[in-house]
């Protein structure tokens, strides 16, 4: 079962509160609102869920409205509830009808809603602010077409980024180290689960972590080697005794003791351990789709080529951003040519817009020969130089080379994009730590770059829409009155009292 109030249904005025004073309607949680598509995610969230079984759920507007405060305020998921608990503004934004001191819901539903809410929906969002905006203008564009091929039109600008987890920088002895305290946890529990039976195995914790502690206090790591092979020695002690253990288990009690996620935290210390064995074995830093991290194993090691930092963890992200507005179109845990991405953006702005942009702005890593190509074929320029030596007589004037230079220049608004995201909403602090849940966090922090892109082009459409009607009745006014349509004085006067120019 489902409650959901519609947004139309709902306005600042009817909100009630235990003051005396009204609420402002230029508050700026008002003002957002208005903007965002509550309708649009509702209806797509309710069809996640059962709408016959089950107590009421919790309101999609309360959802979405929660997840943008925390990512706009840089909330943890308990402090967003509290927040909530302390704004009558913020519970108009998230829909309740009065002020209520109590939490909408529990924090730790987010994971749920995170699991639920991926990064798809997000982007079904962004598509729904883009085309809300420039629907009229497609609209006389095509109107304008004699044929059901309109020209290109636009710029559409790419670049790829890494969206940073929150993790612990990786070395191999610190992953070898934190594999053997989850061993020794394993059999700690398994020894308990058995009723203590049996002489425990010994694991020589103390002497390996007094070794480990006085290796990790010097900053020039010279017998980094001997610690590797000490600690792998030890993870594969420990394994072989939890491999005898559970056979044991098997045998005596028939049933498995081992929970699904201690299962799991069991198959990731196993499959890092052969990994560094390899490693260790053949004297080689690298090894394909290699563990940095052990509760986020889809995390990969990404080299970027960055001045500040060589190789990222994270997700790697292919995005396009168009008149402002940024989607994720490759979303990615493995490292990948960002060349690769230029055909489906292209593609995608087709399929949203109708037409096919007129120029491409990207870095020479999506100036391939393949790209170069299909984009010629299809008639769409490219910010790129030529291929082939330069020409010794240079026939491009002056004005061409002012523009193309500018054009070049415009890419710099994605790598803006990317660091409002960084700097702002914590895109390199990605604090999720499961695949799904982490694909969500991304996915609303570009959803809410775009709602307040979307809100000052909506603002600014408003104010050029009132520039206009004034400006359209003056010039009718000054043609009243030259004409002389009137002969009463009075209003001859009124019309030049009232004279403004621009």
Same mark, same amino acid.
């Given at each position: 079962?489902?409650?959901?109030?519609?947004?139309?249904?709902?306005?600042?005025?009817?909100?009630?509160?235990?003051?005396?004073?009204?609420?402002?309607?230029?508050?700026?949680?008002?003002?957002?609102?208005?903007?965002?598509?509550?309708?649009?995610?509702?209806?797509?969230?309710?069809?996640?869920? #059962?709408?016959?079984?089950?107590?009421?759920?919790?309101?999609?507007? *309360?959802?979405?409205?929660? !997840?943008?405060?925390?990512? $706009?305020?840089?909330?943890?998921?308990?402090?967003?509830?509290?927040?909530?608990?302390?704004?009558?503004?913020?519970?108009?934004?998230?829909?309740?009808?009065?002020?209520?001191?109590?939490?909408?819901?529990?924090?730790?539903?987010?994971?749920?809603?995170?699991?639920?809410?991926?990064?798809?929906?997000?982007?079904?969002?962004?598509?729904?602010?883009?085309?809300?905006?420039?629907?009229?203008?497609?609209?006389?564009? !095509?109107?304008?077409?004699?044929?059901?091929?309109?020209?290109?039109?636009?710029?559409?600008?790419?670049?790829?980024?890494?969206?940073?987890?929150?993790?612990?920088?990786?070395?191999?002895?610190?992953?070898?180290?934190?594999?053997?305290?989850?061993?020794?946890?394993?059999?700690?529990?398994?020894?308990?689960?058995?009723?203590?039976?049996?002489?425990?195995?010994?694991?020589?914790?103390?002497?390996?972590?007094?070794?480990?502690?006085?290796?990790?206090?010097?900053?020039?790591?010279?017998?980094?080697?001997?610690?590797?092979?000490?600690?792998?020695?030890?993870?594969?002690?420990?394994? #072989?005794?939890?491999?005898? $253990?559970?056979?044991?288990?098997?045998?005596?009690?028939?049933?498995?003791?081992?929970?699904?996620?201690?299962?799991?935290?069991?198959?990731?210390?196993?499959?890092?351990?052969?990994?560094?064995?390899?490693?260790?074995?053949?004297?080689?830093?690298?090894?394909?789709?290699?563990?940095?991290?052990?509760?986020?194993?889809?995390?990969?090691?990404?080299?970027?080529?960055?001045?500040?930092?060589?190789?990222?963890?994270?997700?790697?992200?292919?995005?396009?951003?168009?008149?402002?507005?940024?989607?994720?179109?490759?979303?990615?845990?493995?490292?990948?040519?960002?060349?690769?991405?230029?055909?489906?953006?292209?593609?995608?702005?087709?399929?949203?817009?109708?037409?096919?942009?007129?120029?491409?702005?990207?870095?020479?890593?999506?100036?391939?020969?393949?790209?170069?190509?299909?984009?010629?074929?299809?008639?769409?320029? *490219?910010?790129?130089?030529?291929?082939?030596?330069?020409?010794?007589?240079?026939?491009?004037?002056?004005?061409?080379?002012?523009?193309?230079?500018?054009?070049?220049?415009?890419?710099?608004?994605?790598?803006?994009?990317?660091?409002?995201?960084?700097?702002?909403?914590?895109?390199?602090?990605?604090?999720?730590?499961?695949?799904?849940?982490?694909?969500?966090?991304?996915?609303?922090?570009?959803?809410?770059?775009?709602?307040?892109?979307?809100?000052?082009?909506?603002?600014?459409?408003?104010?050029?829409?009132?520039?206009?009607?004034?400006?359209?009745?003056?010039?009718?006014?000054?043609?009243?009155?030259?004409?002389?349509?009137?002969?009463?004085?009075?209003?001859?006067?009124?019309?030049?009292?009232?004279?403004?120019?621009?």
């Amino acid at each position: 079962m489902i409650r959901y109030t519609p947004e139309n249904q709902l306005s600042i005025l009817e909100f009630k509160t235990p003051f005396k004073n009204s609420l402002s309607t230029d508050n700026r949680w008002v003002r957002l609102a208005e903007v965002v598509p509550w309708d649009e995610f509702s209806s797509r969230y309710i069809l996640m869920m #059962n709408n016959k079984l089950g107590r009421p759920g919790i309101s999609p507007r *309360i959802v979405l409205g929660a !997840l943008i405060i925390k990512h $706009m305020e840089n909330l943890d998921d308990r402090g967003v509830i509290e927040a909530i608990q302390e704004n009558v503004y913020m519970q108009y934004f998230v829909g309740l009808t009065e002020f209520s001191t109590n939490p909408v819901f529990s924090p730790s539903l987010f994971v749920k809603i995170r699991k639920r809410v991926g990064a798809n929906l997000f982007d079904s969002l962004n598509v729904a602010l883009i085309k809300s905006l420039s629907e009229n203008t497609d609209k006389n564009h !095509l109107s304008k077409q004699d044929n059901h091929t309109p020209n290109n039109k636009g710029k559409l600008q790419a670049d790829a980024t890494v969206a940073d987890q929150y993790i612990t920088y990786p070395t191999d002895n610190g992953l070898l180290n934190t594999a053997l305290k989850k061993s020794e946890n394993f059999i700690d529990f398994l020894y308990e689960k058995n009723n203590k039976k049996g002489v425990k195995p010994r694991t020589y914790r103390r002497t390996l972590n007094s070794k480990f502690l006085v290796y990790s206090k010097k900053k020039k790591k010279k017998r980094h080697r001997n610690m590797t092979y000490l600690l792998l020695e030890a993870v594969n002690r420990n394994l #072989n005794h939890i491999d005898k $253990m559970l056979t044991i288990f098997e045998q005596e009690h028939n049933f498995f003791p081992l929970s699904n996620q201690d299962q799991r935290m069991l198959w990731i210390v196993k499959h890092l351990y052969s990994q560094q064995k390899v490693m260790f074995d053949t004297k080689t830093n690298s090894h394909p789709d290699r563990l940095v991290n052990l509760y986020q194993p889809q995390v990969r090691a990404i080299p970027r080529g960055k001045t500040k930092a060589q190789i990222e963890f994270g997700s790697k992200l292919g995005v396009s951003l168009d008149k402002g507005f940024a989607r994720i179109n490759t979303f990615s845990w493995n490292a990948y040519h960002e060349g690769k991405d230029l055909i489906p953006q292209v593609e995608a702005y087709k399929q949203l817009h109708g037409y096919y942009p007129s120029l491409v702005q990207v870095d020479k890593a999506y100036a391939t020969r393949e790209n170069r190509n299909w984009l010629k074929e299809r008639n769409i320029n *490219i910010t790129a130089t030529a291929l082939g030596r330069k020409k010794k007589i240079n026939t491009e004037t002056n004005y061409e080379k002012q523009k193309r230079k500018r054009e070049a220049a415009e890419r710099n608004h994605i790598e803006g994009k990317f660091g409002q995201g960084k700097n702002g909403y914590g895109l390199n602090k990605i604090r999720s730590k499961l695949k799904k849940t982490s694909e969500s966090w991304v996915g609303c922090i570009f959803f809410i770059m775009n709602l307040i892109n979307y809100k000052k082009k909506v603002l600014l459409c408003l104010f050029y829409n009132t520039l206009l009607k004034l400006i359209t009745l003056y010039s009718i006014l000054r043609r009243v009155r030259n004409k002389n349509f009137f002969r009463n004085n009075r209003i001859l006067t009124f019309l030049n009292q009232y004279e403004f120019t621009f």
